[in-house]
């Protein structure tokens, strides 16, 4: 069975950081491109950043929301079968459920370096977690 679990949420204040990571059974995440999104209470899923196939540690394509930049890094243990977000400096606008997710479809690196594929095209999602940044 192919699952995707997400881990290391929880409540952190402002400027604190953690890291959040998924977790994969049943495939191996390297050839996949990964996405992480979130979602805020009212607000559309957005994706948050993504990272290339075929590639591991912090190497290959990645890509960032906007607002994350600087702040966010993305990186792959493949030792684990592990994508991780390491979220540093967050604030009240980072608080929602994350989720990451896979696509079957191949990008290349510089599809990424562009932009992050769409939501419709990742096949497998984790169930989400949630990341609170509150004082």
């Known amino acids: 069975q192919l699952q995707l679990v997400e881990s290391g949420g929880g409540s952190v204040q402002p400027g604190g950081s953690l890291r959040i990571s998924c977790t994969a059974s049943g495939f191996t995440l390297d050839r996949y491109t990964i996405g992480w999104f979130r979602q805020a209470p009212g607000k559309d899923r957005e994706v948050v950043s993504c990272?290339?196939?075929?590639?591991?540690?912090?190497?290959?394509?990645?890509n960032y929301l906007d607002s994350v930049k600087g702040r966010f890094t993305i990186s792959r243990d493949s030792a684990k079968n592990t994508v991780s977000l390491q979220m540093n400096r967050l604030n009240a606008e980072d608080t929602a459920v994350y989720y990451c997710?896979?696509?079957?479809?191949?990008?290349?690196?510089?599809?990424?370096?562009?932009?992050?594929?769409?939501?419709?095209?990742?096949?497998?999602w984790g169930q989400g977690i949630q990341v609170t940044v509150s004082s």
């Open positions: 997710a896979a696509s079957i479809t191949y990008f290349s690196a510089s599809y990424i370096n562009v932009g992050c594929p769409a939501r419709r095209e990742y096949s497998y």
């Open positions: 990272i290339s196939a075929g590639v591991s540690g912090s190497g290959g394509s990645t």
